[in-house]
């Protein structure tokens, strides 16, 4: 099987998975946010070290695991700012994280591109970003916050396409794609970082009178 076909099925499969799970937790608005963060870490840590006691054995494995992860990240971060999205736009969140591989994978076919893929994979990195900022900027909508959370760890997979262009082992590339996937944590990162500077401001007199900062957790954002 190709390279572009097995990074393709492990990619739209871990979004989907993750997706499946964040939706079926829709229901559970009642408790802490910090419980599904703390959660989606500790799966995490207990994958990393699964996976560096038996390694590529448990590729697969640790690529479902870090799903979940992933899937109790994402909540956390809805639950916390009151964001929901249907089952079918998380569907089409993980279906537009594949098409983003293919323009990759299609670029790469082009011979100059090919003799500089290690560049090129970067600028296309930084493209991304930039054009990831310019779309939160000038549009307002909810799903845009999951797509930029599953684009971190997309693009840890689309890297998978340039390592060892030579070989199509697919031991080698789920090794690959389960190391990738641990870029999970770069999200938990992010997401730790914002919910603890909004807490720390929260409800704090900045002006007198009744002006406070809003908790995101208190007040839905819409």
Do not use: R
Request: aromatic share 14%; with cysteine; charged share 10%.
């Amino acid at each position: 099987m190709k390279k572009i076909t097995l990074v393709s099925i492990i990619s739209f499969s871990f979004f989907l998975l993750s997706s499946i799970l964040t939706y079926c937790l829709n229901g559970i608005d009642n408790i802490s946010p910090w419980k599904f963060f703390i959660s989606g870490v500790a799966i995490l840590v207990v994958s990393g070290v699964i996976a560096l006691i038996f390694k590529e054995k448990v590729s697969i494995a640790c690529l479902l695991i870090n799903s979940v992860s992933l899937g109790l990240l994402i909540k956390a971060w809805y639950l916390y700012t009151g964001y929901t999205n249907s089952l079918l736009v998380m569907i089409l969140l993980s279906l537009a994280c594949l098409l983003y591989i293919w323009i990759f994978y299609g670029l790469i076919q082009i011979p100059f591109i090919e003799k500089h893929i290690n560049g090129f994979a970067l600028i296309f990195a930084i493209i991304s970003i930039i054009a990831y900022i310019l779309i939160i900027i000038f549009t307002k909508t909810t799903f845009m916050s999951t797509l930029g959370y599953y684009s971190i760890i997309n693009m840890a997979f689309v890297l998978c396409l340039c390592m060892n262009m030579e070989t199509n082992k697919s031991n080698e590339l789920f090794k690959n794609m389960m190391i990738a996937s641990f870029s999970v944590a770069f999200v938990g990162v992010i997401i730790a970082l914002i919910m603890l500077e909004v807490d720390d401001v929260a409800d704090v007199d900045i002006l007198p009178g009744d002006f406070n900062l809003k908790n995101p957790k208190k007040e839905k954002i819409n």
